[in-house]
């Protein structure tokens, strides 16, 4: 067990602190947490011991009935769980994936390394930061749970991705640079237009429309009548008429 005189911690907090890393803790849940501090005869008030390690800021509160364990030995905050696996136990569900600039980035889209980390799901619509990570979640009906890749954590594929970068490009430098970044990389048009009609968003569909040329986009929008008005974007960083898709970028 590793020593916590240095910390500052009181014989009681030294001794919890020392038991949750022997345990290898890196999440817990209060009720856990409350047992174990009785289990091991720590404090007749366990309540008030866990008060005193959230002031001495070994354990964070992230979510109701939730803690993190920070280490004794971590380091400019690293607390051994990373933001990955931190959102795994916020959702608590499968009903959700990585999009956007994280799955820009992982689709070759751009080499910038996103500092935040956004995700569709079922359940929220916040802005979140618990320690040094920072969360962005987008709610969504569960038939917009479409076009994923599952390895150990879901993301957007490639072209799930450009559909979300085409509908929410405010996080991505504007629409502007991502419609020449998408027109300067490779993915599947077939793919891509069942994907906008899927979504099915008359903006969504005119844009892929612009960049994929396709028919098949250009006769569902004449049946939806969508050919008959101009749809405007605002904010785009750039000024663009499209007549055949009847689209206005300003």
Known sequence: MKKTKDLGLTPN??????????????????????????NHKI???????????????????????????????????????DNLELNDYLLESKDYYIGLYNAFNLHGFTEQ???????????????????????????????????????????????RTIIDALDYPEYLGGLSEVMEKIKNSDYNKNKLVDYAIKYNSI??????????????????LKEKKALNYYTTIK???????????????I
């Open 113 to 159: 390394i996103p500092n935040k980390l956004f995700v569709f799901n079922t359940k929220y619509s916040f802005d979140k930061e618990i320690l040094h990570y920072k969360f962005k979640f987008f709610k969504i009906k569960k038939d917009k749970l479409f076009g994923i890749i599952k390895n150990k954590y879901p993301y957007s594929d490639k072209e």
């Open 235 to 249: 904010k785009t960083r750039t000024k663009l008429l499209e007549k055949k898709w009847q689209i206005r970028l």
């Open 203 to 220: 903006k969504i569909i005119k844009l892929v429309g612009i960049l994929t040329g396709s028919s098949k986009l250009f006769n569902l």
């Open 43 to 81: 404090s007749k008030n366990p309540q008030y011991l866990i008060k005193s390690m959230l002031l001495k800021k070994r354990l964070v509160f992230f979510k109701k009935g939730y803690y993190i364990v920070v280490p004794v030995s971590s380091v400019n905050k690293n607390v051994g769980i």
């Open 13 to 38: 907090q030294g001794r919890l602190q020392s038991i949750l890393e022997y345990k290898k803790h890196k999440i817990i849940k209060r009720d856990e947490l409350i047992s174990l501090i009785s």
